[in-house]
C-alpha cells in the first residue's frame, strides 16, 4: 500500500465554502466604510472650499467670492486651485472628488443689494448613491454662515432634493438640508 498524503476534495470543499462565507460578512462592510471615508472627505473638502473662500475673499477677491457672479458651477473651484487655496483635484473643471461632485453659486458685491454682502454656496453630491457601486448617501452643502448641512438621499436612489439658490438680495444658499454639528 501506498501512503498518500494531500487533502480530499471534500476537505478543499469546506474551505472554499468558509472562504466564500467570510467573504459575504465583510465585503459589505468594507463597501460601507468606504461609503462612510468619501462622505468624511465631502465634508472635510466643502470646509476647505468654505476657508479658501474667505481667504479669496480677503486677500485678492476685492471683497468678492470665487466664480462667475450668479452661476453655478465649478468656476469658483477652478479659480480657488488657481490662487493655490485648494487642492488641483476638488479644484478641476469637473469638480469631482472622492466620488462627490462639487458645485458652487455666488453673488459678488457688484450685484449684490445694499446693504447685503458678497455672498457663496457649495454642494456636493455622490456620482453614485445606489447600489454596490455607490460613493455616498447624502449631499452635503454650506453657505457664507459657515452651517455645514446635510440631505439623506432615498434607499432606491435620486439625486435627493438638496439645491443651491438665492439671489443678488438674499444672498447664495443651499436648500433642503439639516444643519449638522458644527462643532
Known amino acids: 500500500m501506498k501512503n498518500q498524503?494531500?487533502?480530499?476534495?471534500?476537505?478543499?470543499?469546506?474551505?472554499?465554502v468558509i472562504i466564500g462565507i467570510i467573504a459575504a460578512i465583510a465585503i459589505p462592510n468594507l463597501l460601507a466604510a468606504r461609503?462612510?471615508?468619501?462622505?468624511?472627505?465631502?465634508?472635510?473638502?466643502l470646509r476647505t472650499i468654505h476657508g479658501a473662500q474667505a481667504t479669496y475673499q480677503a486677500?485678492?477677491?476685492?471683497?468678492?467670492?470665487a466664480g462667475d457672479s450668479g452661476t453655478t458651477g465649478t468656476s469658483g473651484l477652478v479659480e480657488l486651485?488657481?490662487?493655490?487655496?485648494?487642492?488641483?483635484?476638488?479644484?478641476?473643471?469637473?469638480?469631482q472628488k472622492s466620488g462627490y461632485n462639487f458645485t458652487m453659486l455666488n453673488f459678488d458685491l457688484a450685484t449684490s443689494a445694499p446693504p447685503n454682502p458678497a455672498?457663496?454656496?457649495?454642494?456636493?453630491?455622490?456620482?453614485?448613491n445606489s447600489g454596490l457601486t455607490a460613493t455616498g448617501t447624502r449631499n452635503f452643502g454650506i453657505a457664507t454662515d459657515g452651517v455645514?448641512?446635510?440631505?439623506?438621499?432615498?434607499?432606491?436612489?435620486g439625486a435627493g432634493s438638496m439645491t443651491l439658490g438665492g439671489s443678488a438680495a438674499t444672498g447664495a444658499s443651499y436648500s433642503n438640508g439639516t444643519p449638522m454639528g458644527n462643532s
Open 5 to 16: 498524503k494531500g487533502f480530499s476534495l471534500i476537505e478543499l470543499l469546506i474551505v472554499v
Open 35 to 45: 461609503r462612510s471615508a468619501n462622505e468624511g472627505s465631502a465634508v472635510s473638502s
Open 59 to 65: 486677500t485678492s477677491g476685492n471683497g468678492n467670492y
Open 81 to 95: 486651485n488657481g490662487a493655490g487655496l485648494i487642492d488641483g483635484v476638488l479644484g478641476s473643471t469637473l469638480g
Open 119 to 128: 455672498s457663496f454656496a457649495a454642494i456636493a453630491k455622490p456620482s453614485s
Open 148 to 157: 455645514l448641512g446635510s440631505e439623506v438621499l432615498p434607499p432606491t436612489g
